[in-house]
């Protein structure tokens, strides 16, 4: 998981990593059921302090895009707001795999 903070911004650094989360579960790079880091090991990987992690985390809880289970950590929540249902996304996916599949076959790669 890649994330950048722009230490020059405006926009506080809560904000910008819960802004960077949002999108990446939306755009699908962060999965249903994916665990993040904790908020201390992100916290250090972003120069961060752990409240401020903490509060990124709390943001996208109430929002609805993760859920915390307790000592076992965060996820991202199974039906996240404005995204499409994991079926549907599961079977885009695999349709496209096919379409790209065939056209390799096509080309003779």
Known sequence: MVLRLERDSVVPPYEQLRAQLTV???AGLLEP???L???RSLAEHL???PGTTARAYRELEASGYVVTRGRRGSFIADEPPRSEPLEERRRRLAEAADTFA???EQLGI
């Open 102 to 104: 065939a056209s390799c």
């Open 37 to 39: 880091p904790t908020v």
């Open 47 to 49: 120069s961060l302090s």
């Open 33 to 35: 059921g994916t665990r």
């Open 24 to 26: 990446m579960v939306a």
